[in-house]
């Protein structure tokens, strides 16, 4: 193959596969990272995205497993999402307990009672049966470019773009999401406005739970199609960090998610086009930028003024 | 202080009955489930020597957490930072240095003890001289610790071929031995663990160093205009707390595994926030509060046998338990948070 071809072969198909990876992996953590979003701009530290994403993907697979229709299942996953969201809330705003170290307990709450129910329901340890997943799209197989680039995806992508424009569109232009932001950034004037300001952090924090569960059954069903202990594995702090990169504002959070998702997938592509170069290694990459960002970026780590005080 | 522990049975308490609940709806008995915990770990000398070598690892995470919590700062990063303290410990361990004796496990500890503190002070330098938040640094470079650490012990330093762990360490790394009954024995390292947290206490309470931590972590703006060096403090304090988690590390590489794998921790680093709050973040009672939590982890495996409920059921104990304090703790955060 000379050089022509190789070049084509990169820009027609390498490209745009790689990119495609990158966004199926980016899609659970823009998830989480939205849910962080609503939670953290009112002024309320989500540490437990992780614990809210890992029971979303069980209570998918669960639901879906249980009644055989997926759609059933992501209710359900979003659902018990939003009920660790109002553990959360209940803990942080009307018990006023140390927001991280609450968050931390949900995480590893909902480690706990995902691998119980997992027994209970599915009498499984380790990983559940299979279940029906959210159907896929696929199309445009003969056209070379834009088959890779946007195919297959499923139904659970076309309603996180939703999601994404109307997190941004509520967020900027509307009440509600003024109201939210003022919230994070100094209550008592919020409050002095005659605004509820713990309707909005519960709203929020609920909000966000729903959208991390969402996030975890992207991962357990529409990603693959079972349940495995511990599956989030790190991604609700990832999708943490995304949103705190991308300044606490959604849109930059997309990209900071899908820059992270395309360099995990350049990573794996990479071993297999050159063996030598260790795939592990290159997990690394995506963390350590993220960090250098951070830290070359100081003014982007400008967080909501009241975040984490009550 | 009547006030202040009283907290500590609500919260066990209420952690235990919801857990309970939770099993009965289930099926499985609350009382069973009580009875193998404490049987499996306080009733026998076996279990006993389980209970306290995992609550050597869980004092020193533990102090990993308190000791920067008292200068207002979150290190979530300890399980990184045991997860390289193990590995610079196994290395150093495998290498052969029979001919120093007792001052090739010396060397192993202090690679523990530095590797860890490098982790912690890569946090406190992103925290003080480029404003990363701690809890977003320490859990970034969790990550990095975890996966360089995974690609390291299957690649590099792989014993053989995707075995995933390290060489074995030579004997003159082992740590001694303290108590020994049967099968089962706990290191030395027991003690050192008690040690250092008494041991901290005292640097807290009766030292330079340790009222500047506690100045820092009550009022930072005060303590900057009283001429206390606010960030130097915090980068010590992280560096400090990574030193605990690293020599934990080491104590595990040393004293139990005696070879390193990336899974080896089981998430007792993170166990370290539940043993710190659980102790008020007072270094010395994480000791009662690290027996706690060992008491949970070490009979995992009998609940799994004999109950036959998933060993996860821990975890929901665990978490309710953390949550519990973060709500009953609140006064102590306000104070600290001004």
């Known amino acids: ?310 | 202080m009547g006030k202040r522990i009283a907290f500590i049975p609500i919260s066990l308490f209420t952690a235990f009955a919801v857990t309970g609940i939770f099993l009965w709806i289930n099926g499985f008995s609350p009382i069973a489930f009580i009875r193998i915990l404490f049987t499996s770990s306080w009733g026998s000398a076996t279990g006993i020597l389980l209970v306290l070598t995992k609550s050597a690892l869980l004092i020193l995470t533990g102090l990993a957490v308190a000791i920067p919590f008292r200068a207002g700062l979150f290190n979530i990063g300890g399980e990184g930072q045991m997860i390289l303290g193990a590995l610079a410990a196994a290395l150093i361990g495998a290498l052969p240095l029979q001919c120093i004796g007792v001052f090739h496990l010396l060397l192993c500890i202090i690679a523990g003890i530095l590797c860890g503190s490098l982790w912690g002070a890569l946090a406190g330098f992103l925290k003080v001289q480029r404003g990363v938040h701690e809890v977003i640094g320490t859990i970034m470079l969790n990550f990095i610790a975890f996966k360089a650490v995974n690609e390291l012990t299957f690649g590099a330093f792989s014993a053989d071929a995707g075995s995933g762990r390290t060489s074995f360490i030579h004997e003159s790394a082992y740590m001694p031995v303290l108590i020994t009954h049967g099968a089962a024995d706990t290191s030395i390292g027991v003690l050192i663990s008690f040690i250092l947290a008494v041991g901290l206490s005292i640097v807290l309470y009766r030292t330079w160093f340790g009222f500047e931590i506690r100045a820092v972590g009550e009022n930072p703006t005060a303590s900057r205009n009283a001429g206390i060096a606010v960030g130097w403090t915090q980068f010590w304090t992280l560096t400090l707390g990574g030193a605990c988690a690293g020599l934990a590390g080491a104590i595990e590489t040393t004293g139990v595994n005696h070879t390193f794998y990336a899974r080896f921790t089981g998430g007792l680093g993170f166990d370290g926030i539940a043993v710190a709050f659980l102790g008020l973040c007072e270094p010395w009672a994480t000791i009662p509060a690290a027996l706690t939590i060992a008491t949970l982890r070490a009979s995992d495996r009998a609940l799994q046998l004999d109950l036959g409920a998933p060993k996860e059921i821990v975890f929901m104990v665990e978490g309710i338990l953390i949550i519990c304090i973060a709500i009953f703790t609140r006064r102590r955060n306000e104070r600290n948070s001004e």
């Not at chain 1, 942080?92 to 307990?105: D, E, F, P, T």
């Not at chain 1, 209970?120 to 197989?141: C, D, L, M, Q, Y």
């Not at chain 1, 729903?210 to 991962?219: M, P, S």
């Not at chain 1, 990479?270 to 003014?299: D, M, N």
């Open chain 1, 1 to 310: 193959m000379d050089l022509y071809t190789l070049l084509i072969s990169i820009c027609l198909h390498e490209c745009p596969a790689l990119l495609h990876a990158g966004a199926l992996k980016a899609a659970p953590l823009l998830w989480a990272s939205l849910g962080g979003a609503y939670s953290e701009r009112s002024g309320v530290i989500n540490i437990g995205l992780e614990g809210m994403m890992l029971i979303g993907a069980f209570a998918a697979v669960a639901g879906s497993g249980l009644t055989g229709n997926p759609w059933i299942g992501l209710f359900v996953g979003a659902a018990a999402g939003g009920l660790f969201g109002l553990i959360h809330a209940l803990a942080a705003l009307q018990w006023k307990a140390n927001q991280i170290v609450s968050g931390m307990g949900i995480n590893i709450f909902a480690l706990g009672i995902t691998g119980f129910l997992l027994y209970r329901i599915f009498e499984a340890r380790g990983n559940s049966p299979e279940v029906t997943k959210i159907p896929a799209v696929h199309g445009w197989e003969d056209v070379p470019f834009l088959s890779d680039l946007f195919f297959p995806f499923s139904l659970l992508h076309i309603l996180l773009l939703f999601a994404l424009c109307f997190t941004i569109f509520i967020f900027y232009r509307t009440a509600f999401g003024l109201r939210l932001r003022a919230c994070g950034e100094d209550p008592e004037v919020v409050k002095a406005a005659g605004v509820n300001v713990s309707f909005y952090r519960y709203a929020a924090v609920v909000i966000s739970g729903i959208l991390a569960g969402i996030g975890g059954a992207q991962l357990s069903l529409s990603d693959v199609s079972q349940f495995s202990v511990g599956m989030t594995n790190g991604r609700g702090f990832v999708a943490l960090a995304a949103l705190i990169c991308g300044g606490w504002r959604p849109g930059r959070a997309a990209w900071v998610c899908l820059f992270l998702g395309t360099a995990e997938a350049l990573g794996e592509r990479l071993t297999a086009v050159f063996p030598l170069i260790p795939s592990r290694a290159c997990q690394v990459l995506p963390f350590v930028f993220a960090l250098l960002v951070l830290a070359y970026k100081r003014e982007l780590a400008q967080q909501p003024r009241a975040l984490g005080k009550l």
